[in-house]
Structures are given as C-alpha cells and as structure tokens.
C-alpha cells in the first residue's frame, strides 16, 4: 500500500537552533515529492517540488532533499515566523491520473 | 490575481440537509480537486476533475457529488448531510495533475 509517513508529528526549537523534517514514503512510480506550508486556519502552501533522487531546493532558510525512500525538509536557524504545518505529498500515478497522497505533517513551533 | 476562492469559510449543517462547498480559480488551471483534512489524517481526496465536463472519485467519494461546466468553477455537493462529514474541506487547483497544487483557504464544516 502506498504510504508517506512524517516524522515527527510536532516539533519546538529555539530560535536559531537548526533541525530537520523527515517524510519517508513507499509508492510504486514515484512521480514527484511535494512539500507544502500550512499555517492556521489556513490552505497549504506550495514550497518545492523533488523529482529525482539526491535533487535538492532551497529557499531561505529551507532546504529540501530527496532520496529513493525520503525525503528532509532542512531549517537552518529558523525564525518564530517559520513556525506552521509542513506537508509532504508524492505524487504517483493511478489509473493514467496524477494524485496526491499527503502525509499527515509536522507542527512545528519556532520560540523568540 | 485571487487564486483558488471557497465559500463559504464556516457552516454548521444539522444531520441529513445538504449544501454545495463552492470552488472557483481564475488561473486557467484545467486540474481542480476537493480534498477532506481531519485531525490525525493526512488530506484525503475526494473527487477531481481534469478539465471541464470530466470529473472521477478520489479516495473518499461517498456521500459527495461535484461536477465541472466551466474551467472556473468546481463546486463540491454533500448529498445528505453525516456528523462523519465534519471537516475542513479544501479545493485545489492546478495547471495539469504533475504540478504543484494552489489550495483555497479552506471551508469548516461542522454537521450536528
């Protein structure tokens, strides 16, 4: 069965104190990792795209790598504004269609 | 430019009414999908459409209807309303089914 899984579930650091956001997944035809931000009460927000194997992002304070099997979501020394959800997703192809499946997130909490 | 627009942002609906969740994006965008979040649960899909007049079930159709006349619009029906059907309902969209998804802010709907 296709499956991503986030780890871990909430997350508290110290403003400046670098971390990392861990999404490993299991599906057949990997077409693409997605990453997203959700804030409160709030649509996820798009951040990067991974489609292949050691591919990296970044963006500000973030960085996103992939592997066969994961995928990490790097914060370096992260602000109190970065605090928010943030949703993996691989995308696979069913039935000749492109879906989504999400993992269920990481809160994190960045603290001034 | 809006984006993905929801209306409404709160309903409360009482066991058995039905209502339409509306949906619309001025982008262009030919892939729109409906997508359930509860706590504890990654977002679920519930039906997406790749174009006007084409729609198809996603992981958790049942109890839900949509149709697509136009590009724009993407409304999401609940048949008959189940206290099971209370959730934060987002709609996506997208400019084909590999990119990435742009979601509106999000409709909570509490069923009492």
């Known amino acids: 069965e296709d499956q991503v899984t986030q780890s871990p579930e909430a997350l508290r650091l110290q403003e400046g104190e670098s971390s990392s956001l861990n999404c490993s997944y299991t599906?057949?035809?990997?077409?693409?990792l997605f990453w997203y931000r959700q804030d409160p009460g709030k649509g996820p927000e798009f951040l990067f795209t991974l489609y292949s194997a050691g591919e990296e992002k970044e963006k500000e304070r973030l960085k996103a790598t992939l592997t066969k099997k994961e995928s990490f979501l790097h914060i370096t020394a992260p602000k109190p504004e970065d605090s928010a959800t943030y949703l993996c997703?691989?995308?696979?192809?069913?039935?000749?269609?492109?879906?989504?499946?999400f993992g269920t997130g990481t809160r994190l909490k960045v603290l001034a | 430019n809006a984006g993905v627009t929801q209306t409404p942002k709160f309903q409360v609906l009482k066991t058995g009414q039905s209502m339409t969740l509306q949906c619309a994006q001025d982008?262009?965008?030919?892939?729109m999908s409906w997508y359930r979040q509860d706590p504890g649960m990654g977002l679920r899909l519930i039906h997406y459409?790749?174009?006007?007049?084409?729609?198809d079930q996603g992981e958790v159709p049942n109890g839900y209807n949509v149709s697509r006349s136009t590009t724009e619009d993407f409304p999401l029906r609940l048949l008959s309303a189940a206290p099971s059907q209370t959730s934060v309902y987002f709609c996506?969209?997208?400019?084909?089914?590999?990119?990435?998804?742009?979601f509106g802010q999000g409709t909570r709907l509490t069923v009492v």
């Open positions: 982008m262009n965008h030919e892939y």
């Open positions: 599906v057949s035809g990997l077409r693409g």
């Open positions: 996506a969209s997208s400019i084909r089914g590999n990119t990435e998804a742009f």
């Open positions: 459409s790749v174009g006007a007049g084409i729609t």
């Open positions: 997703a691989v995308q696979a192809m069913y039935s000749g269609t492109y879906k989504y499946i």
